[in-house]
């Protein structure tokens, strides 16, 4: 029995359900029941009626699909699918910042603990991050985190006041402006396409056609009839866009942007997580109860 027949096979007994992000390894997101963004997920973690959720994406994910949806056992099949990003603040650092400004609101990246989520007012992600900023009454000044260049993103495009965390992703980080000019000279006309996290992100952003989520991305190369495309994220996400859409040629700005965390789930993983339910993802139900309120707001919005 190949590896794939036995995960359907289990996923069957155990009445689980495969999530997994834009950015895994092709045999994972071919296998899968459900490929997309942190909110796509979220979103399909908390309808699913399937007693197990396997999540193929990293752990900050996991955890959000558990307070999402907390009767479900979820599972997260390498532990070493962490982000450094969500790492870059702790719940004792967001207490410190909070007392700095305590008439401030509080929005979190989705990419952060599940404790810092329970010092958090609102979460969001990159495809909702805008809509949610608006919906907080203007008069409030906003406290952003943990990624500098989602936040500096999202305060130019809504004019509010903001306050950001200094941290950024070390796959979208390393995106920088420079790399911008030397691809739109080398690849005249064709778009370019950045995720908010890129480093690019800045100086660069007149240079940039359209600043999306992932699946963002991934609806755009559905669309488009363009002949190249330039694409400035992690480079898994050119697995589904090329299989999307064949005639058109994606082009990552960087082949070198590689997220090792989400390159850390393989099919082996996921036979032996619905195999032996490992690893649980547990979150302490005090610190879930305060994290949802933030969460539910992410996924309404
Ligand atoms: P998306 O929600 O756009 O998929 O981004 C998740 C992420 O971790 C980007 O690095
Ligand atoms: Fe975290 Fe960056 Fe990897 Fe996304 S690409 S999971 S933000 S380390």
């Given amino acids: 029995m190949s590896l794939e027949e036995e995960i ?37 973690a908390m309808e699913t009626d399937a007693e197990v959720i396997v ?18 056992t979820v599972l997260l099949p390498d532990l070493a699918a962490g982000c450094s990003l969500s790492d870059a ?8 910042w909070k007392a700095q400004f305590p008439e401030a609101v509080v929005v979190s990246y989705v990419n952060t603990s599940a404790e810092v989520k329970a010092e958090s007012d609102y979460c ?19 406290l952003f985190l943990p990624d500098m260049f989602l936040g500096e993103y999202v305060r130019r495009k809504t004019g509010r006041k903001m306050h950001l965390w200094v941290a950024d992703c070390h796959v979208h980080g390393r995106l920088r402006p420079e790399e911008v000019d030397r691809v739109r000279t080398q690849h ?19 240079h940039v056609d359209r600043v ?24 898994g996400i050119l697995h589904r866009m090329r299989a999307l859409n064949p005639t058109t040629v994606f082009t990552p700005l960087d082949a070198g942007a590689v997220c090792p965390f989400m390159k850390a789930t393989d099919l082996v993983d996921i036979r032996d997580a619905l195999a032996q339910m490992r690893y649980r993802i547990e979150v302490d139900p005090s610190v879930a109860d305060r994290a949802r309120r933030a969460l539910d707001r992410m996924v309404a919005s």
């Fill in 212 to 235: 999306l989520s992932t699946d963002g991305m991934i609806r755009f190369a559905q669309e488009t009839k363009e002949r190249e495309v330039i694409v400035a994220t992690e480079v």
């Fill in 188 to 206: 005249p006309g064709a778009p370019l396409l950045a995720h908010p996290e890129c480093g690019c992100m800045s100086e660069a952003l007149p």
């Fill in 89 to 96: 603040i702790t719940a004792e650092q967001l207490r410190a």
């Fill in 8 to 44: 359907r096979r289990l996923k069957e007994e155990r009445h689980a359900v495969l999530l997994a992000h834009n950015y895994e390894i092709a045999p994972v997101q071919d296998i899968a029941d459900h490929v997309g963004d942190s909110l796509y997920l979220s979103r399909k």
């Fill in 124 to 142: 969001c992600t990159s495809s909702n991050a805008v809509r949610v900023v608006n919906s907080i009454p203007a008069d409030r000044e906003i």
């Fill in 55 to 72: 999540f193929a994406g990293v752990r900050f994910m996991a955890e959000t699909a558990k307070i999402l949806n907390p009767h479900k």
